[in-house]
């Protein structure tokens, strides 16, 4: 759930930095900096789905190296069965009958 949360995240934050890139006039790094702001958050939005790719790509190659390792060692010692008691079950508590279900 964080991956997509934070694919998410990178994709809102690219978006609304190109909005916010093509919402100001060309050049116009003067008008209330909406250029500089949209390209920053442009390249953070960008930058972050990079970082996203990679730490999955190194957490996929990790995994492999280490299913690898599994494989190719010692067979696994066999689990040890815990010892599991059962109580008796108490009788259940009846009422005694009265009046006409009492027959």
Same mark, same amino acid.
């Given at each position: 759930?964080?991956?997509? !949360?934070?694919?998410?995240?990178?994709?809102?934050?690219?978006?609304?930095?190109?909005?916010?890139?093509?919402?100001?006039? !060309?050049? *116009?790094?003067?008008?209330?900096?909406?250029?500089?702001?949209?390209?920053?958050?442009?390249?953070?939005?960008?930058?972050?789905?990079?970082?996203?790719?990679?730490?999955?790509?190194?957490r996929r190659l990790m995994?492999?190296?280490?299913?690898?390792?599994?494989?190719?060692?010692?067979?696994?010692?066999?689990a040890h069965m815990a010892?599991?008691?059962?109580?008796?079950?108490?009788?259940?508590?009846?009422?005694?009958?009265?009046?006409?279900?009492? *027959?």
């Open positions: 759930m964080g991956t997509v !949360f934070a694919a998410a995240t990178a994709l809102a934050v690219t978006t609304a930095g190109a909005a916010a890139a093509l919402s100001a006039p !060309f050049g *116009a790094a003067g008008n209330g900096g909406q250029y500089l702001a949209g390209h920053a958050l442009l390249g953070l939005g960008l930058g972050y789905s990079i970082a996203i790719l990679l730490r999955n790509a190194t995994t492999g190296r280490s299913a690898g390792k599994e494989k190719a060692g010692a067979v696994p010692a066999p010892t599991v008691t059962v109580l008796p079950a108490r009788p259940p508590a009846m009422t005694p009958l009265r009046g006409r279900h009492a *027959a």
